[in-house]
């Protein structure tokens, strides 16, 4: 926990914790021991921290005020099966896309552990539902995707995408 908070809550990146639950918020060490004390009662568990960032488009840079990316951040972890535990959500300025850090707690306040299988793809889905229900930008096709910041399989995915793109219009039929 100690880790994941010094990296999220880095004065250098301008942060700011914009919501919390469970947690005294009142330095990084009283946040990471909140965290661990409760990640105590499942002791066998290895990977007890959870954490997730939410990126908006700089298109809506101006919509994204805290209140708004911190709404959107709850709603986005109770869709994700992520509730009843411990959360911080901060807000970094160091991008020109605004964009927030979800660490939670895996071992929620009922002793149970928060599944962390197949989030990829209900990831996508859930992101997906909030971008519309919230009318945010959705950039069309795959042409504005960062290909930067992507990881496997997407990485390659984008690659081979790239690839058929840049040949496909000097063929004339599926055999060229």
């Not at 568990?45 to 805290?66: M, Q, W, Y």
Request: charge should be neutral.
């Amino acid at each position: 926990f100690k880790r994941v908070v010094d990296y999220a809550i880095d004065w250098k990146k301008n942060a700011e914790v914009i919501d919390a639950e469970g947690v005294r918020i009142s330095n990084n060490a009283s946040i990471s021991e909140s965290f661990e004390a409760q990640a105590q009662m499942r002791p066998q568990v290895t990977n007890k921290v959870g954490h997730i960032a939410l990126s908006f488009s700089p298109e809506d840079r101006d919509r994204c005020t805290n209140e708004l990316m911190a709404k959107i951040a709850r709603e986005y972890l109770q869709r994700m099966g992520i509730a009843d535990t411990q959360y911080i959500i901060v807000r970094h300025y160091d991008h020109e896309h605004p964009h927030v850090h979800l660490i939670y707690n895996r071992i929620n306040n009922d002793d149970k552990t928060i599944s962390d299988s197949h989030q990829r793809n209900k990831n996508r889905k859930v992101c997906r539902e909030l971008t519309t229900k919230y009318g945010l930008y959705m950039a069309p096709g795959k042409e504005h995707v960062n290909r930067d910041h992507l990881c496997q399989p997407d990485k390659s995915k984008y690659a081979i995408f790239d690839a058929l793109n840049a040949v496909l219009p000097y063929c004339s039929d599926w055999q060229e």
